[in-house]
């Protein structure tokens, strides 16, 4: 397997691996794929984005019980948020 190298070849990696999961038919994505997908998102600075693909898993993670994925899911998006935050600030 190829490493990645930043965050917008892991976002093109998981926007693939995304659209391969609906592409099969029955639409369904593992909802720890929407976890990374939206974190690598948020390290983008793609707030609205990111906060798109966690909604998407926020309802599996949470009937799962899955809380590590669900940390991990919101360590990410207020990663971004601070992110934009200090991007504003120097502008």
């Given at each position: 397997m190829r490493v990645m190298r930043g965050p917008a070849q892991a976002v093109a990696a998981f926007e693939r691996a995304v659209e391969l999961h609906r592409g099969t038919g029955n639409g369904s994505v593992p909802a720890i794929l929407l976890v990374w997908h939206g974190e690598a998102r948020a390290h983008l600075g793609w707030v609205e984005r990111a906060a798109s693909?966690?909604?998407?898993?926020?309802?599996?993670?949470?009937?799962?019980?899955?809380?590590?994925?669900?940390?991990?899911?919101?360590?990410?998006?207020?990663?971004a948020a601070t992110l934009i935050r200090r991007i504003s600030v120097t502008q």
């Amino acid at each position: 397997m190829r490493v990645m190298r930043g965050p917008a070849q892991a976002v093109a990696a998981f926007e693939r691996a995304v659209e391969l999961h609906r592409g099969t038919g029955n639409g369904s994505v593992p909802a720890i794929l929407l976890v990374w997908h939206g974190e690598a998102r948020a390290h983008l600075g793609w707030v609205e984005r990111a906060a798109s693909a966690l909604a998407e898993a926020f309802p599996t993670l949470e009937r799962a019980n899955a809380a590590k994925a669900l940390a991990i899911a919101l360590a990410g998006f207020r990663e971004a948020a601070t992110l934009i935050r200090r991007i504003s600030v120097t502008q």
